[in-house]
């Protein structure tokens, strides 16, 4: 149980709704009552995992991370453990003005959410989002040394599965990774996945183009994409990366646990279990917190799935993505 990767979702929030993550209308994600929990205790948790299991990486997720308002000094304190890499998953919306505070803070990249290039077409994706703003925290990330700069992009049959090699040509132009996803059928993106979902292969396909050259990478089977190095005739290069989650599940290596911002752990998305880490913060001696931190992993763990999402965390939101 060494070298985990944690995410981090330090709030439930979000600005944004997402069509493959929240549905139009409702009262939000947030579980527990959505009690966020202070930075200072989501820090302990963090330094109790890491001293026994050497947490090599932690991901600051959401909902969106830039509406927590202590998210800079989260990070300081995060950085303060020794933890070797911190990233943050956001939509950007609000990254320009913050990049360079983050960076210094101790944020070392991030990943961003870019599911179009067409301002239409993005606000329609995103119900509200600016694809402007988002271009901006891009530019300002890199600007601020938080690189590579990876782009997400949630491929949907119907929606922007045509805009494929637009966007990894802005990945070649802007000097960003990309990385097209695969949808899950999880949340309120199951209701229509049969028809929305698009496969690696036919993504691979579509941008097999005669003026690019692919060269594959090494893959570790701890992570989750599997990378390509693209370059054009003009000798720009990229990576190019896929997230197969259901034609190449990366289930039997994984190391990745969640925690949500309200004190809940999932060990997996293909799994409902969750468990409550707020008795861990109230036991007495540390020796006990230890213990009943140990316990639950060993559940997390024990409860992760071999492949498939047979049954499937209720919302996306819910675990940070």
Known sequence: MHDLVVRLSVTSRCQLRCTYCLPERSEGCAQGGGQELPGRELVRLLAMLHSRYRVRRVRFTGGEPLLRRDLPELIEAVAALGIPELAMTT???????RAAELQRRGLQRVNI????????????????????RTVDGILAAQAAG???VKLNVVVMRGQNDRELGD???????????VRFLELMPVGVAAGNWVTTW?????MRTRLDEPDLTWVEMPWNPQETCREWRVRDRSGRETTCGFIASVTQPFCSACRRIRITADGGLHGCLASNVRHDLRPVLQAGAPGESEK??????????GNKRTAGFTEAVESMCLVGG
């Open 292 to 301: 009943q931190l140990h316990a639950i992993l060993r559940s997390a763990f």
């Open 167 to 177: 966007l990894l040509r802005f990945a070649l132009r802007t000097g960003c990774h």
């Open 113 to 132: 959410s870019l599911d179009s290039l067409d301002p239409r077409r993005f606000a329609e994706i995103s119900r509200g989002g600016e694809l402007a």
């Open 198 to 202: 698009v496969g690696q292969d036919e």
């Open 146 to 148: 938080l690189t590579p």
């Open 91 to 97: 939509n950007a919306q609000q990254l320009a003005p």
